[in-house]
């Protein structure tokens, strides 16, 4: 994955999200991973920020500001509290990827309430059928420039 | 003018002739024409054709047949402009007596001019004797539904997609015997091919076709998508744990595919989406298979002692498809994802970390099939919802025997999360086992829950319930 810095955003903003859906919709090796179908609610509790991705096919195709209701309505949501999300956002930018201990998958293995939840346990496994793609997605902030608020 | 008066009219074709008082004198032209009498019935049977109608047809064919000119009217000359036909191909079809307007339709309804070639040459072959007196075609008049033209959409063109019209149609009792596709015209006389399942509930998941298609679109390859050489030598007894944990995991994948394997040829093929996804999910598990196979031997170390089988043997003896559903696609399923979660957690470099993590996507698929599956055969079948019960009292109760005596896996599994066999670690991995018990039964029942057989928490084996009761509960049982 290539280190090409030209966006600045900050974290958490639906500028951040969208800076990333730009660069993975452009991304040929997103592509290649495959469709994904899924909507992922963001959750911060502690800010009180939510937002909702839609996957749809080969792109994402919406990043949008959401309520706690929406993001809760979606196939799963991405809880953590803010110091993690950032704790996860760094490690990538400081390793071009997620390493072994911050994949999504590892997070939410070491959350106790675990990091991707659902009120579906049919839609919840949407996290780990379409896992590689969120992993894309996120790994992907490693090539912006993220401010914290 | 052809000379048709030598020609005999089939009497079929005489009778409709007569009912809309179309001279025989005239169809014999039509005939002296080349065109076939089952044509000429077909014509004649449309609405508001008429004898003045028919003259004027017949009489400009002759005068094309004898050299006249082919004259393409203005407004099927724009449309085949607009479209890029060569105007020698739109005059080969009014050759052949096609009417200007339904060539206009056909080329906006987008049939390219070299389907459209290969068409008309076939046409003018039979027109000139060559093929008609070789071929019968009459399997061309088959009564399946035609003119389907399904478009891709941004996924590509899906096995969804083709659902249309009377394609869509998935009945709830498939009735044939053979290997005839859902939408085919059957013919009397084909031998049956010994399928047993011909009934939508007993099969049946809404997200098959879609499965099959991210199956497809998601494949990986464990040769060259896996950073093998991101692997170093580990501490004898982590890769000895790892090689007891992939030995396990091979031979549940064989398993699964032997299990799939066998319900595939019982299946009858009006629910192909199915069929479909279950070829893809063996072909997951022969990768399943692969992968932890190829983690096994490359690494320093080899694979381990085999598991003793009684829950291999509770899966495969089952009698029906649902109950090998249930079991395979939803309860071990739920176990294996919390193995890979396990895998995924010990992970020591970027290789078993992608193993696990891909894997996880391929047993997502097989819990999604199982889950969507019981939910529809719930919603047919309510009068026995107690059997599915009883497939996973049988199930649980073996799977409990089954890890009490694997003895292996578990110490692996204990190694491989506490990191290692000094004390301090046996009892950190013993912990963090217990956390991913709880963490795939509480996935489990959430799954069988999303299927709508929530109560099967209440009657979970006492193996399991300990790991969704609270702590201080489970210590007091």
Redesign the interface.
């Known amino acids: 994955m290539t280190q090409e810095v030209k966006t600045k955003a900050t974290f958490p903003s639906v500028e951040w999200f969208n800076a990333i859906r730009q660069i993975v919709n452009d991304d040929p090796g997103y592509k290649h ?3 994904c ?1 899924a909507t992922v609610g963001i959750k911060i509790p502690d800010l009180q920020k939510y937002y909702l991705l839609t996957f ?3 792109e994402v195709s919406d990043v949008r500001e959401a309520t706690e209701t929406e993001a809760e309505n979606a196939d799963f949501w991405l809880e953590l509290p803010y110091v993690k999300w950032k704790e996860m956002i760094e490690n990538i930018k400081a390793n071009g990827k997620a390493d ?1 201990h911050h ?1 999504l ?2 997070i939410d ?2 959350e106790p309430d675990d990091l991707a939840r659902s009120h ?13 793609t969120f ?1 894309y997605f996120f790994d992907a902030s490693a090539r912006i420039d993220t401010t914290f608020q | 003018m052809a000379d048709g008066t030598a020609l005999e009219v089939p009497a079929d074709l005489a009778q409709i002739a007569e009912e809309k008082g179309i001279p025989l004198d005239l169809v014999r032209r039509g005939l002296a024409l080349g065109f076939p009498a089952d044509a000429i019935k077909g014509q004649l049977g449309m609405p508001g054709v008429t004898a003045e109608a028919a003259e004027q047809f017949i009489s400009e064919q002759e005068r094309i047949r004898a050299g006249g000119e082919i004259t393409i009217p203005q407004e099927l000359l724009e449309v085949a402009q607009k479209h890029e036909w060569p105007e020698s191909l739109v005059k080969r079809a009014l050759a052949l007596g096609a009417a200007p307007d339904f060539v206009a339709k056909q080329i906006e309804a987008g049939i390219k001019p070299d389907q459209a070639e290969r068409f008309i040459a076939q046409q003018e072959a039979a027109r000139e004797g060559g093929l008609a007196q070789t071929l019968d075609l009459s399997w061309m008049k088959v009564p399946t539904e035609w003119g389907i033209r399904v478009r891709p959409g941004n996924r590509g063109l899906t096995v969804e997609m083709l659902n249309v019209g009377t394609y869509a149609d998935v009945p709830d009792h498939w009735p044939y015997q053979t290997e005839m596709p859902r939408g085919a015209y059957p013919i009397p006389g084909v031998a049956p091919m010994g399928y047993t399942i011909y009934e939508k509930a007993e099969l049946w998941a809404d997200n098959a076709g879609d499965l099959y298609e991210e199956a497809i679109q998601r494949r990986w390859k464990p040769a060259t998508d896996i950073p093998w050489t991101t692997m170093e030598p580990l501490p004898d007894e982590i890769e000895r744990a790892l090689g007891q944990l992939c030995t396990h995991l091979c031979e549940r994948a064989l398993l699964s595919g032997d299990i799939v394997g066998r319900w595939l040829p019982e299946m009858s093929y009006g629910y192909h989406e199915v069929k479909l996804y279950l070829s893809t999910a063996a072909f997951d598990y022969a990768r399943q298979f692969e992968v932890f196979r190829k983690r096994a031997m490359s690494n320093g170390g080899g694979l381990g002692l085999q598991s003793p089988g009684y829950f291999h043997r509770a899966i495969i003896d089952a009698r029906a498809w649902t109950e090998a559903s249930v079991v395979l696609n939803i309860f071990a399923a739920s176990h294996i994802m919390g193995l890979y979660e396990v895998g995924a957690y010990s992970a020591h470099n970027e290789a078993e970390s992608l193993i696990f993590r891909l894997g996880m996507q391929d047993v997502g698929r097989q819990l999604s099939y199982g889950v969507q599956h019981l939910r529809y055969f719930l919603s047919k079948r309510i009068e026995r919802r107690a059997e599915i019960h009883n497939y996973l009292n049988k199930a649980e109760a073996v799977f409990a025997f089954e890890e009490e005596k694997d003895v292996p896996l578990r110490e692996a599994l204990i190694i491989l999360l506490g990191g290692g066999t000094r004390n301090e670690q046996v009892a950190d991995g013993i912990a963090k086992l217990e956390y991913f018990n709880r963490r795939w039964v509480r996935a489990y029942l959430s799954r069988l829950a999303a299927a709508g057989f929530p109560e099967r928490r209440e009657k979970l084996h006492p193996s399991l319930k300990k790991y969704i009761e609270e702590p201080a509960a489970a210590a007091a049982a």
């Open positions: 991973i495959g469709t179908d749809e096919a080969f072994l994949t998958n590892t293995i070491e579906d346990g049919y839609r919840r496994d949407a996290f780990y059928r379409f896992n590689q992993q």
